[in-house]
């Protein structure tokens, strides 16, 4: 599964490592993170992994492989 | 913050034994921290639309204040907390380890217990970790419901354990039963998986979400004004776009402003720039620090609380206290807990470590293991096995548990399943006595004999020469385990062997050392005299069970002494003494439940005890009682003592009513299945013998009865009285009579033996020789001996010739009325036992037994639909249901059934 998540905001690249398994481009207001997502697990682990980051999640979709 | 620890210790003024209540039951002291109400910084701005919505709250069930992190929602409940009276609102903090419900509920209690709410000691509290009586939560319920005044309870950071539908069930149940005494207030960033819509539809909600938790512009204004930088109503309300009222955001922002050259161009700039909020204005408030209070919060974000000199030895230096003491003052970041303890808020712990791993890539394990070390120093094992385990340093986590002592704790109470799984993830790799021995640990926890012994003496191999603290630490943890095994394979030498090195690594211990661990002794203690037991060292064994019992009381110790206190009360029965059986088991029974020991848990070894007196008077149905209790515990198929007495139980009931042809099979499976224990025990086996010999008689067939006795040849007193029973029912009264004359005099033995020597000898007396006086004044020493305990069963299965006799001595009948009731109407052979209570074929539903639950309060039809927010059709449904299912035509006759299936 492939997955694109985009956060409001412009993340710092240091921010960015929390989330190494995942791509990350920064585009006006927005980040966007994308890659390969295990499982449900590692889904709702990325999401809890946002929340507790103080950043806020605009969009969460799966990508074509 | 002051501890209002003064009111909850001292007895429960009933006689029963005191738990400490000021320590947790695994023995966190850090745990005051997670009760304590977070202080609210002068900073904080009250905002009277939510104060309402809170305190229209205290009219309704339940509250929810539901928001991301950082959403003000902790401040918002704990300024509104400050102003109620002590004794009206408690607080927790809850953690992950909390999914686990017994230990949810333990601290729950804990909770209230330490806000000046007096629950009272027969409510008891829960003793393993997964699991909590159900029973308990219902005296909760009631008696919250029976107070004059209502208790708020809080529970903060509740989304920690989101994913336990236990934990949510549970609450849902103390919360509906509670009725106007309970008012729960919830804090989290997701929903609870309560049922919200219906709580919803009754208006029994307050939904405080993240858009009321917002701020609105003008309090964004009043917020940075207190910060000192006064805001145009224009910037206000472009601060407040930009943070989208996110209540961190604004107070970073205020922070960062405020050490700002120029805080209005800072504003200016942030509202136009687009970076992510928290992670942009934390670096800019950080930036603003010194670099030594840089560095002391990106180490010190590890951690959940923290303390001065954990920090210095975090960083090195020594200027710990003046920088959490500004950071506090500045509101910046920590909040203090009190004990000179610290907590930094969650969100910049967070971001803060994604810092650290990028600045300091690879320190943070050494940080953990640094943290790791000094909260074992401090006594704080949990948060120190916490921080072992995080820094991948197994062999530290393993050398803290056994040096502490601890290994016990995998083994019972209520840290068990956590560390189990704590330890579940230890490297392979880990080696050296400490991780063979938590491996031994685990596996004997499990009921893997065979590996924990593999890692035991691998362990064993490599142990410590004597010398250290540490050293005889590790000597007494693997003796203990040596112990265990020895108990699971049968061997009372072993056991014992083990047992003396135990006394002799404690000889090398301090004494308050081995007083923290109670448990371990108590463990100790428990298996050595079970392994005594086994191999028939009576005495031996009930002088070791008796100091398990003595051994500490409180809950670490609550499991060891239940069981102790079974085997005791099988000694007592197999050497005939049913009055003092009984005592100990019924003292089992009640420490059981004192600590709220689920009935899965028990051992079962008490109820059989109970069954086995029970059979003895011919109380049968209380037998039955008993019976199925012990079957319904776990160690029923584990404990080869259990299963073997279940069998032979099994086998007088029936042969009791009647049906003795019945009870040859399952003592047969008896028999032919090997027991699991490796060393077989000497006695055990007899017992089997007897009762078949027993089943046989009484089916009328002595020669196989004889032919038991010839396959077998028995020793004790008790089995060569029955074989001389069988002998004369055979024909050979003279070879009977041989038997009981070689007995030797009684010494030693209960009254239940004696009575079975006596009418022994009379029946063989009075069949061999005819001399009805010499028989008759055997019968009158039974008869007395027996009548204290009401022991029926002896006299019952006697066979006719006790008819003759006395009804040639009618003046015996009439004096030993106790058993001349019982006497008279003599079952006629084989009749079927009366119906039992059939198990159901199709079992209740949840709400079914909902429904159930208020049919036995004498609820009508009407009164339930509206408790249960139902149709009166639905109930009614619901009705036809569970009288189809309990095959009841009536509600009595449902409720009785239930009862009877022990549904209710």
Partial sequence: ?65 | MSYRSGSHEGSDGRGGRVVPVGVTPDGDPVLAARLTVPTVPETFVRRERLVEQLAEGAGRPLTLVNGPAGAGKTLLVADRVAACEPGTVAWLTVESQDSAPGVFWSYVLHALRHHGIAVPEYIRGPARPGEVDHSLLARLAAWLNGRDSRVILVLDEFDRVAGSTAVADELQFVLRHAGDGLRLVIISRTEPLLPLHRYRAAGELVDIRADDLAFRAEETAALVDLHGLPLSAEAARTLTERTEGWAAGLRLCALAAQRAADPESFLNDFEAGHSTVADFLLGEVLRAHPAETQDLLLRTSILEKTHPDLANALTGRDDAEPVLETLQRTNAFVEPLGHSWYRLHSLFAEILRVHLRVRHPGLEPELHRTAAEWLSRAGLLDEALRHAADAGDWELAAAELVGHLAIGRLLTGLAAERLDGLFAQMAPEASGPAPDLVRAARELAHHDVDRGVTYLRRAEENLPERGTDDAAAVRLSCAVLRVLAARVVGSADLAETAARDAADAEQDLPADRLERSPELTALMLTDLGSAQLWAGRFDAARATLSAAVEAAQGLPTAFPRHEALGRLALIDYLHGRPGQAEAHARDAVAEAERSGLPVSYRTGMAQLVLAAVAVDRYDLTAAEEHLDLAAATSAAARDPLVAVELAILRSRMLVARGDSRAALPALDDMTRQPLVSAEPSPWVSDRIAMATAAAHLADGDPKAAVKVFEEQPLHSPESRAAEARARLAAGDGERALRILDGLPEPHDQGPAVDVWLLLTRAQVVEATTGDSPAAEGLLLRALAAARPHQLRRPFLEAGPWLGRLLRRRPALAREHTWLTGALAPRPAPAPRREEPARPLTEPLSARELDVLERLAQLMSTEEIAADLHLSVNTVKTHLKSIYRKLAASRRGEAVRRARELGLL
Avoid: C, N
């Fill in chain 1, 1 to 65: 599964m492939r997955y694109e998540i985009r956060v409001d905001g412009e993340m710092s690249d240091e921010l960015a490592t929390a989330f190494p398994e995942l791509k990350t481009s920064v585009v006006p207001t927005q980040t966007v993170l994308y890659g390969p997502v295990d499982d449900e697990a590692h889904l709702y682990g990325l999401l809890v992994r946002f929340q507790s980051l103080g950043l806020r999640v605009a969009e969460f979709r799966r990508i074509p492989d």
